[in-house]
Every structure is written in C-alpha cells, then in structure tokens.
C-alpha cells in the first residue's frame, strides 16, 4: 500500500492539485532533468493522482520541489491527464495561495518551471499577482475550415502554453452551451494543427462579457478536452500578447477577463523586445488536505484510463 498527501485548492474555481518531492521525488541537478524524470515516471505515478476515482479530468496537478535555479522558492512541474505543462496561470496562484495556508508570508518570491522562471507576489492568504513568461503572438490571422462552422480566424499565440485565440466566438461564450464550446473548439484545434501549427494544445475563444467592467468573456478548451473554470492564466497571457501587438492595449493598462463561469483575472504587461512580459491577477483557495490510498490489489489503483 502506499499513501500520497496531496492538498487541494481551486484559483477563480479551476482546481490544482499540489504534491510534494517527498512523496514523489524526482531526483535532478536542474528543472529539464527533473522534466525527463518526471516524463519517465507519468503514466504510473502522477497520472493516477488526477484520475477517478479519486479525481477528475479537469484537476491540474502540480509537483512542488526544492528549487534548482538561484534564488528560487521551488521547482514546479505542472501536469494534466495528457501529460506535463510548459506552465499553468492558475496553478501558480493555487501554489502561492497553498504555500499561504502552510505560513508563507505575503511577498515577492520566484518559481522555476519547465518554460522559465516567474515571479509571483503573494499579495495576502488569498490574491496573487503572477509575472509570468515572455509572452508572444506566433501567427496572426491563420483561417481554417472548421467544419460545420465554417471558416474560422484567429491568432496563434504563446504564453507558456500555445494557443488559437478566436477573437469571436461563433457559439455565444455562456454557461449554458458548454457543450457546443466543446464540439466547437475541439474542431478547430484539430484543424489548426493540420494547417500547421501541431503545438497548439489550447483553444480559446471570447463573446461579450457579462460582468460590468471586463473586456471579455472567454471559454478555454484545455489538454485533453476539458474546459478551463478559470478565465486561465496562460491564455490571458497569449491574448496580451495579442492586443499589445495590435497596438489595441497599452503598456501597463489593466483589463479583466471573465471565464465561462463567471470568475475573473485582472491582467496588465509590459513591453520585452521578444513580446510582453504579462501580469495576471486573481485569488485561490485551498480545499483539502487529503491522503490518497493505492493498496496493491485495488484494481483501481492507477485510475480508470478513458
């Protein structure tokens, strides 16, 4: 048997799920070690941790270690059911928040990940303010045939993650058609990677906002095909990227973006000679410390693969 402590949290109600090095080491001079590590021990050590019974698809893990980068708080390697992420927004802002509820104090303190180095600034046990990764556009203007939507626009953008932003949804961005988001976008990733951008792993798209003030509301298909509860921090950074390359955002002007539920980030960047260099805002709260059982004959044990 074999007993893993995890503590759960959720960023603007997309939930991480955060383990520590002890109870999963990955041995490593630096974060790229610890990567190939990590890749090695996927599919029977990590992968469980997300999957039913005793999760669910849409739970990001993250992997928080001792760090390898000079004056880094920790290593951090995030995960979902498909496997590593180059980053993650809202998990960053769940791992500050987490670390709050275990004493961290508010300050200034830096992360290494797989995609670079980030600095967040713990704000209070709740609010965050994320620096993240050099942010830029990739593609600007790529159509594709998407199906019975016909043809559709967008950009294709980097913010630690790689995205297709479509700047008008042709399924209005609410609650109640998630299921038409899905079918939607899951088409058009399938077709932008034909048309040849193979590294696009999210799909973002935006409708008019409902919340007084924000800029808009948006509906994030995620790796392996869930939706981002969040309004997701990586792809805010990709649509700063964007805006600031169209010269239809200033430097250091605060927008808010809304997600498909209704929860919202703040984000700003400043200018960098390779793109923008985004801020993003918003609050986490942890929801269980709990230990997870694997007994050796539970035929569950790895999780139920789909």
Same mark, same amino acid.
């Given at each position: 048997m074999r007993e893993i402590t995890c503590i759960d949290s959720h960023t603007e109600g997309e939930p991480t799920r955060m383990v520590w090095e002890d109870a999963l080491p990955l041995p490593g001079a630096n974060i790229a070690t610890r990567l190939e590590e990590f890749n090695r021990q996927f599919e029977m050590q990590f992968l469980p941790l997300l !999957?039913? %019974? &005793? $999760?669910?698809e849409a739970v990001v893990g993250a992997w928080v270690g001792s760090p390898t980068a000079p004056d880094c708080l920790h290593d951090i390697i995030f995960f979902n059911p498909t496997g590593a992420l180059g980053m993650c927004g809202h998990g960053t802002i769940g791992i500050l928040a987490t670390l709050a509820f275990e004493g961290l104090p508010p300050g200034e303190h830096q992360l290494n990940s797989p995609v670079g180095i980030v600095n967040a600034r713990l704000l209070d046990g709740h609010r965050v303010q994320l620096r993240n990764v050099v942010s830029y556009r990739m593609a600007k203007g790529v159509s594709v045939e998407v199906g019975e939507f016909g043809l559709v626009t967008g950009d294709v953008a980097w913010g630690g993650n790689t995205f297709f932003l479509v700047e008008n949804s042709p399924i209005p961005v609410q609650i109640e058609n998630l299921n038409e988001l899905e079918d939607f976008t899951k088409a058009a990733m399938a077709a932008v990677r034909q048309a040849g951008y193979p590294d696009v792993n999210h799909v973002e798209v935006f409708g008019p906002a409902n919340m007084e003030g924000a800029y808009a509301k948006n509906y994030v298909l995620c790796p392996g095909g869930e939706y981002d509860r969040s309004p997701c921090g990586t792809g805010t950074?990709?649509?700063? $990227?964007? !805006? $600031?390359?169209d010269d239809k955002l200033a430097p250091e002007i605060p927008i808010i973006i809304e997600s498909i539920i209704g929860t919202s980030y703040r984000g700003w960047y400043s200018k960098h000679p390779d793109g923008v260099i985004p801020t993003i805002e918003g609050t986490a709260y942890v929801t269980a410390k709990?230990?997870?059982?694997?007994? #050796? #004959? #539970? %035929?569950? &044990?790895v999780g139920i693969r789909k």
């Open positions: !999957l039913e %019974p &005793r $999760a669910f950074s990709a649509k700063l $990227a964007c !805006l $600031a390359a709990s230990t997870l059982i694997f007994e #050796d #004959d #539970d %035929p569950m &044990r």
